[in-house]
């Protein structure tokens, strides 16, 4: 019997999605939070700002590594067993972040145990949806799932500067530990998949681990060292950026992981990840424009907080508050168009989506001047946030519809590699055009400015050959002030930098709209017809065209 026969009387449960949502949303929470509490943490744990960096880096690391083995093991012991043991794993970290006296003991609760939590809840995730919905109910449920994780992802400034501010960030993590006790005490009114028989391919595991371990580091890395060419002050390999090096030897192995799990898929031994998933074209198709949304997506939250918060120089609270809009209108969209077009295409609605996004970007950027306000971020982030919603929509069921149910954690497991792979190389892509463009406006702008005198420019080429820092007026005028420079040539040196902040700003932007417009080209591959139609249910099921595939997708 299918998980959608056994699950007729508690599909569309409203506990059921609250349940997922709430673990969707416990993932997403903490970096957005730990982002605007760097400072307190730092002085509360005895560290620096580099230090709860490379904490925020190890997480991101660890839970990307660790997707595809976390989604296999899902599988193994069962969606509802992972999600639970993920949950209490995610619980202890958090724990054990709250209580933290040391960096160590942070780097261990979170960025480890939450790291390794994460992993096992986030393809859970995915797979219990399609256990606890009928394919025509699952629109909404992925969509506002995703909606859950975007509303984190907002919703974390505004949560961690008013903790912050009125009380310690250290609540912030209690209070998830509460979370996660109830989430445990209702998990059993989720419908499970029974186990598969299968073994854990720890060879393959390895190489999925050390593989995407070092493409997701290099990329978070790259604003550090540089891409190719090495920052003067950053280690280099060969001549080289060790980023180029960590890409090159993360795709190597990945490409041995792939041709393994060929070779196990040939003689009957069970892979990380069946090789049919890379010949189904739907569900290509739909990871690609998932990699694309998130690359997209986290362009945006990278330059619309800097504007905000660096620009306007806006509390966490205040720019929480700003871009707060873009997660109503994201939820709105992402429950609204499965509940009032219930056929709509896929594909139109994904295009769609893209197209609000494009204009909201573009809205944004001609509308960065020196005279711009915080008031000319509303029309673009409920336009953003309308455009998110419509592929989240839509995505997460495309994605699952193009396989049988049996093999929903595996998609759930290269799904959350894809969107996590695409917001670490969006930050990374946007952050590295922003910090160029900021420096050359900078260094050409001091250069050319007859008020700044001539030993201030050959000294400003050097020192800042690397980068121009991102920072706001008041931190410049106090610098300026220490340095003891005269008042004309620091009111020459604010202005240049004003200036080239906004031009950073538009650069990083107008980047984000062609990595959307490129969206558009890909979104080709998805199905026209709406997923859930009766007649897809056996086309959906058909993960290539190889009649052995077609024969090992309908047995469980």
């Given at each position: ?12 449960s409203g506990l059921v999605l609250s349940v997922l949502a709430s673990g969707q949303f416990l993932m997403t929470l903490d970096s957005s939070v730990m982002n605007v509490s760097m400072a307190a943490v730092a002085s509360d744990v005895h560290t620096t700002i580099t230090g709860i960096q490379t904490a925020i880096t190890l997480y991101t690391l660890v839970m990307a590594s660790l997707m595809l083995s976390g989604g296999k ?484």
């Amino acid at each position: 019997m299918s998980a959608g026969q056994i699950t007729t009387a508690k599909a569309g449960s409203g506990l059921v999605l609250s349940v997922l949502a709430s673990g969707q949303f416990l993932m997403t929470l903490d970096s957005s939070v730990m982002n605007v509490s760097m400072a307190a943490v730092a002085s509360d744990v005895h560290t620096t700002i580099t230090g709860i960096q490379t904490a925020i880096t190890l997480y991101t690391l660890v839970m990307a590594s660790l997707m595809l083995s976390g989604g296999k093991i899902g599988t193994i012991i069962g969606r509802r067993r992972a999600f639970g043991i993920g949950l209490a794993i995610y619980g202890a970290g958090s724990l054990t972040t709250a209580l933290a006296p040391s960096l160590g003991v942070l780097l261990l609760g979170w960025s480890l145990f939450e790291g390794i939590g994460a992993a096992l809840i986030m393809p859970a995730i995915v797979s219990l949806v399609a256990s606890n919905f009928p394919p025509d109910r699952r629109s909404a449920a992925y969509g506002l799932l995703a909606a859950a994780g975007a509303t984190a992802v907002a919703a974390g400034p505004l949560i961690g500067g008013s903790v912050t501010t009125f009380a310690s960030w250290r609540y912030v993590f209690a209070g998830e530990v509460v979370l996660v006790l109830v989430i445990l005490l209702v998990l059993r009114r989720v419908e499970d998949v029974p186990p598969a028989r299968a073994r854990l391919d720890l060879a393959g595991s390895a190489l999925s681990i050390v593989g995407l371990g070092m493409v997701v580091y290099g990329v978070l890395r790259s604003g550090d060292w540089g891409w190719v060419q090495p920052k003067t002050s950053g280690p280099t390999v060969l001549g080289l950026s060790p980023v180029v090096w960590l890409l090159i030897g993360g795709l190597l192995v990945l490409y041995v992981f792939v041709r393994r799990a060929s070779h196990l898929a040939a003689v009957g031994g069970d892979s990380l990840i069946s090789p049919e998933l890379f010949q189904n074209q739907r569900l290509i198709g739909g990871l690609t424009v998932f990699f694309a949304q998130f690359l997209v997506q986290a362009g945006v939250f990278f330059a619309v907080p800097l504007f905000l918060s660096v620009v306007l120089e806006l509390s966490a609270l205040e720019t929480g508050i700003r871009i707060f809009p873009l997660s109503v209108a994201l939820v709105l969209a992402a429950a609204g168009i499965p509940k009032l077009r219930p056929q709509a295409s896929p594909q139109r609605v994904v295009r769609m989506g893209l197209m609000l996004m494009i204009v909201g970007i573009l809205i944004l950027t001609a509308g960065l001047d020196p005279g711009a306000n915080a008031g000319i971020v509303a029309v673009p982030m409920l336009l953003m946030g309308l455009g998110l919603g419509a592929m989240a929509s839509q995505l997460g069921a495309v994605t699952v519809s193009a396989v049988p149910d049996s093999q929903s954690a595996e998609v759930g497991g290269l799904q959350n590699t894809a969107t996590n792979l695409g917001a670490s190389l969006g930050t990374a892509l946007i952050g590295s055009v922003l910090i160029a463009t900021l420096g050359s406006s900078f260094i050409t702008g001091i250069r050319d400015n007859p008020a700044v005198p001539q030993p201030v420019k050959e000294q400003t080429s050097v020192q800042l050959a690397d980068g121009v820092p991102f920072i706001s007026d008041t931190q410049l005028q106090n610098g300026l002030d220490d340095a003891k420079v005269d008042r004309g040539t620091a009111d020459a040196i604010m202005s240049v930098n004003a200036s080239s902040r906004l031009e950073a700003l538009r650069a990083a932007l107008a980047l984000t709209a062609l990595l959307a417009i490129g969206a558009l080209f890909i979104t080709g591959r998805l199905p026209r017809e709406a997923v859930g139609k009766p007649n897809q249910s056996a086309e959906n099921s058909q993960p290539s065209q190889m009649p052995g595939n077609r024969i090992k997708g309908t047995t469980t």
